[in-house]
């Protein structure tokens, strides 16, 4: 194992002077270490942007290099093939290795992506090397050593990152202090609706509607970062005769902000969206998310939704639930929770598995 400095400070030996990313617990503690420096860490909404903010501080001959989780690998795909190699554009990525080498030691939204990584990077004729979790400075600078000589042939090389390779350091947020706890808002929104299909991000967010307000109505989502409003979507056209409830995070609505210009033009009447927003990225080490300089409800007015209000109390939030299913959607509805204390419950998939969820959800609907 490196340490989060060790890493950074080989990688600014070597020029590069920024990075952009999208959370990893894998990367928490570099992201941590330079978000502390003015200038060094461009915190992205999605791992594509990310990579175009390094290509264009390449065009501007600064080095910058990207973290992310191969996760979500397939949102970089686009701009890694039309953009960074069809420019011929310099640029170090660095993408953990969760799923991997065995997919049954992850979650299980990284049981394909996992093993497939390698060989998706080798489809698309990308270098690629591994610093494994033994690795130390020495292996880590031989790495980089390999890794520019790809830099130099105007290749795009990948370094992925084995799981305990990276040291972690403490996220330096300012801790806030109003809002709600997200397990009692959670309980609040749910028990407003009783009867609504709820679909909840990925996250803590899942694993806290699964311990306070598990129904077979509730679809956990499990990865697939982003998408749950447009999930929501798709079952709300689809049973238009039932309340249709999204639990978002701040992270994950900033991930695919599209999604609510779509949702907006469908006008589905029958959709809540709640976003709760603690302004970190919470499940991968706390780093902070753009939250603080966005105003969620002005977007989904702006956007198209019948309505959008922030809440800050109890009261305020049961008043929302139940104007907004007195009347015609699609609504928002903002809330700011607390960071969250104690111990995280678990996942739904620690007691159902994903075809469980799958089915019960379908069989609620009908």
Not at 233 to 255: F, I, K, N, Q, S
Not at 289 to 299: C, K
């Amino acid at each position: 194992m490196i340490s989060a400095q060790e890493f950074c400070d080989l990688l600014a030996d070597r020029g590069f002077t920024m990075a952009s990313g999208v959370p990893c617990s894998h990367f928490g503690g570099p992201i941590a270490h330079l978000s502390t420096r003015s200038g060094r860490y461009v915190p992205a909404p999605n791992e594509g942007s990310a990579l175009a903010v390094a290509a264009g501080a390449a065009l501007g001959g600064r080095r910058a290099y990207v973290m992310l989780q191969n996760s979500g690998l397939g949102n970089l795909i686009n701009p890694l093939t039309s953009l960074v190699m069809t420019y011929q554009l310099p640029i170090l990525t660095f993408a953990s290795l969760r799923g991997w080498p065995d997919p049954a030691t992850d979650e299980p939204q990284h049981a394909v992506m996992g093993p497939a990584t390698p060989g998706l990077l080798d489809s698309v004729d990308t270098p690629h090397h591994t610093l494994y979790a033994e690795d130390g400075v020495k292996e880590f600078s031989t790495l980089l050593a390999a890794a520019e000589k790809d830099l130099a042939a105007q290749r795009a090389p990948f370094v992925l990152v084995e799981r305990g390779a990276i040291g972690k350091a403490t996220a330096a947020n300012e801790p806030h202090t109003t809002g709600l706890p997200a397990a009692e808002a959670i309980r609040i929104v749910t028990a407003a609706a009783p009867q609504a299909a709820v679909v909840a991000t990925t996250g803590f967010t899942g694993r806290d509607t699964f311990a306070v307000a598990d129904s077979p109505g509730n679809f956990y989502m499990q990865g697939s970062m982003g998408h749950a409003s447009s999930l929501g979507l798709g079952v709300a056209l689809t049973h238009p005769e039932r309340t249709v409830v999204v639990l978002d995070g701040d992270g994950a609505l900033l991930m695919h902000l599209g999604a609510l210009s779509m949702i907006g033009n469908e006008e589905p009447a029958n959709l809540i969206h709640v976003v709760l927003d603690n302004r970190v990225h919470e499940s991968t080490g706390g780093q902070a998310t753009t939250s603080a300089t966005t105003a969620f409800p002005e977007m989904a007015k702006a956007a198209g939704y019948a309505s959008a209000v922030d809440c800050d109390g109890e009261d305020a939030l049961r008043a929302a639930m139940l104007g907004a299913q007195a009347a015609s959607g699609p609504h928002m509805i903002c809330v700011k929770t607390l960071p969250r204390t104690g111990t995280i419950p678990p996942r739904a998939t620690n007691a159902l598995t994903t075809l469980d969820i799958r089915d019960r959800f379908q069989s609620n609907l009908q």
